[in-house]
């Protein structure tokens, strides 16, 4: 039982950056706007992330590093993609891109740096209960602040005005703009918004997860949380199953190893996206339900004028 707590323990670490990514990209394309440039936003937090906490000795000024160059990055997406209307696939392609590219410069002076990373919660005499405490009371603070925006996020979407104003900009973003409500500026924050996320979680990665920077050290995890979105056909509940999913798929490739299983390692790195493919395969037979649940403006561009 205390090897299983602590296999579903590493799960939820594992899966705690798709639920950071995943759910801002989810409020993002509620608002009707897609941006693919989630691997390069994670990216860039995270060396901005590591890169602040190694200058001040603070994980946490580099989880708010994080979550600013995150959410500027985005910015430069908003202006391209809803001000000067460019293609949003293509904007989101080249900022993905050149997040990659940007992060891969600036962390050359931090390849080899060590810092000491956000460590997970002791909470005396509870961290140490047999089972209970590895479940509940032993994680990182991160993974908890997750789950918490999962529950913000879920409470929002379905349960405020805002929230419902958001979804109905991303149904329909003329009739909101007929009625008074500013479609730009709802979607700039909801942009915004998922940015800051995105870069959430790559600084989680950087200085909770791992802590330390690698070049690409995402490893595609910004590409999945964007399959993880359409998995959970936009329900806030289905993206955090689904990123824990994720994560124990990730988590398995290690475990193989560890048993000493006689499979490539190469084979191995390939089960998350294997999976994300798999999945997706699986969804798209189910057109009705994919749109039912989608937003219905979803990609497109919005005129002001119109």
Request: net charge neutral; with cysteine; aromatic share 10%.
């Amino acid at each position: 039982m205390d090897q299983l707590a602590q296999l579903v323990a590493l799960t939820l670490a594992a899966g705690t950056p798709l639920v950071y990514a995943a759910l801002g990209e989810l409020v993002t394309e509620k608002s009707g706007v897609l941006n693919l440039g989630v691997e390069g936003m994670m990216l860039v937090g995270a060396v901005a992330a590591f890169a602040v906490a190694a200058t001040t000795q603070n994980p946490w000024l580099g989880v708010l590093a994080g979550m600013a160059a995150g959410a500027a990055l985005s910015a430069v997406f908003a202006v391209l993609a809803l001000t000067l209307l460019s293609n949003q696939v293509a904007t989101g392609l080249a900022l993905s891109l050149f997040g990659i590219g940007l992060s891969a410069f600036v962390g050359l002076e931090y390849v080899a740096v060590v810092i000491e990373g956000i460590p997970p919660v002791a909470i005396s005499g509870l961290s140490d209960l047999t089972l209970v405490g590895t479940l509940l009371f032993a994680h990182n603070p991160l993974v908890y602040l997750s789950l918490a925006l999962f529950a913000l996020v879920q409470w929002f979407l379905y349960r405020t005005r805002a929230g419902l104003v958001l979804r109905a900009v991303g149904e329909s973003p003329q009739s909101a703009h007929a009625i008074g409500y500013p479609v730009l500026a709802i979607r700039y924050l909801a942009v915004l918004f998922g940015g800051a996320c995105a870069g959430l979680a790559g600084a989680y990665l950087a200085v909770a997860y791992t802590p330390l920077w690698v070049e690409g050290m995402t490893a595609g995890r910004g590409w999945i949380a964007l399959a993880l979105v359409v998995f959970a056909t936009w329900k806030p509940w289905r993206v955090l199953a689904g990123a824990y999913l994720f994560g124990g798929v990730t988590l398995a490739q290690f475990q193989a190893q560890a048993l000493g299983l006689d499979v490539p390692s190469q084979f191995l790195s390939m089960l998350p996206y294997l999976a994300t493919i798999a999945v997706l395969a699986i969804i798209s037979r189910d057109a009705a339900t994919i749109r039912l649940n989608a937003p219905a403006s979803l990609g497109k561009p919005f005129h002001a004028a119109a």
